[in-house]
């Protein structure tokens, strides 16, 4: 009896085409793969330029806290040499004040203590022109005393420059300045070019304009 082949041909056919498919499967699976790690590669290299990207980010970052913790330490030091200054120009402020006040004060009592020499000299000088100070008051005591007929003396005169109580030396006395002797009658004659009356004009003036710089320069300051 011949033997048939055909059974054999048959599942040879089907498994050559089991084997086709299997591969169109696998080539359609490579290509999804391929297509796959093509995107992932791309992506790695989209997150490798990404991580690039903020690692610069993070350097600069550093960077600018760096210069930032700089600027903020010399901003400090800044704040701290300018109270220093603020406060040592208070103290020179208030130094300068209390000089002002206290140069003002002793130009004041020059000029008021001129102004009574003045005065004093004009006894002499110019009789006319004198003024006479307040009489003083005799206390209770004094009254009394004098009252029973008791003495109570007078005020000894003032020393000084013409009973003014002024040194010569304060006024600097120069040679051509000094007074001339008395005539008989009507007091001392007039002096050329003003003599001691003269001067202190000049120094009183000298005052009053060095008084007003002063203030001004104050005033200037307190600004």
């Not at 002797?181 to 001392?188: F, R």
Request: charged content about 35%; glycine content about 10%; hydrophobic content about 30%.
């Amino acid at each position: 009896k011949k033997m048939s082949f055909d059974k054999f041909i048959k599942m040879i056919d089907e498994m050559k085409d089991a084997l086709h498919k299997e591969q169109k499967d696998d080539d359609s699976k490579k290509e999804y793969c391929n297509k796959e790690f093509d995107e992932t590669e791309d992506k790695m290299k989209d997150l490798k330029h990404t991580k690039e990207g903020l690692d610069q980010k993070i350097g600069n970052l550093h960077d600018e806290i760096k210069e930032t913790k700089e600027s903020i330490a010399s901003l400090e030091q800044g704040i701290k040499d300018l109270d220093k200054a603020v406060a040592e120009a208070t103290e020179q402020r208030k130094e300068e004040h209390e000089e002002y006040v206290s140069s003002t004060a002793e130009n004041q009592a020059a000029v008021d203590l001129l102004g009574f020499a003045k005065n004093r000299l004009q006894k002499f000088y110019n009789p006319k022109l004198y003024k006479e100070g307040p009489k003083r008051e005799l206390s209770e005591e004094e009254k009394m005393y004098a009252a029973y007929g008791g003495d109570i003396g007078t005020t000894p005169a003032p020393g000084g420059l013409a009973g003014t109580g002024v040194s010569a030396g304060f006024v600097q006395l120069g040679a051509a300045d000094e007074p001339g002797p008395a005539p008989a009658v009507g007091g001392y004659a007039k002096q050329k070019g003003g003599g001691v009356l003269g001067m202190i004009d000049r120094l009183v003036n000298d005052l009053k304009t060095e008084m007003n710089q002063h203030k001004l320069e104050e005033e200037d300051a307190q600004e």
